[in-house]
Nanobody
């Protein structure tokens, strides 16, 4: 099983940027589609973005399209989420996850999860 560790979260003002990283160990990241999810305070976990094994296909939630970019470096066993033009409603715990399926949107299709990293956007 692959192990995932997120980093890069923090406190940022509205309009600012952050880049989250997700480092994998145990198995090569190149085996998996990778996804980012988030859980805002008091709400359900929601899909943010996903990327195919070779990076050629990406999908985004409508709420982040045009502001967030998912990417991966299989040689470094790392996936990234570049977040620009951040809004207070982006405040959440962000999780990366690995899936053997092709760019799935549903959390139930991801078998491995990181512990999450907090992103707080102040207004």
């Amino acid at each position: 099983q692959v192990q995932l560790v997120e980093s890069g979260g923090g406190l940022v003002q509205a309009g600012g940027s952050l880049r989250l990283s997700c480092a994998a160990s145990g198995r090569a990241l190149s085996r998996y589609s990778m996804g980012w999810f988030r859980q805002p305070p008091g709400k359900e976990r929601e899909f943010v973005a996903t990327i195919s094994v070779n990076g050629g296909n990406t999908q985004y939630a409508d709420s982040v399209k045009g502001r967030f970019t998912i990417s991966r470096d299989n040689a470094k066993n790392t996936v990234y989420l570049q977040m620009n033009s951040l809004k207070p409603e982006d405040t959440a715990v962000y999780y990366c996850a690995a899936s053997v399926f092709y760019v799935p949107l549903a959390a139930t299709n991801y078998a491995a999860w990181g512990q999450g990293t907090q992103v707080t956007v102040s207004s």
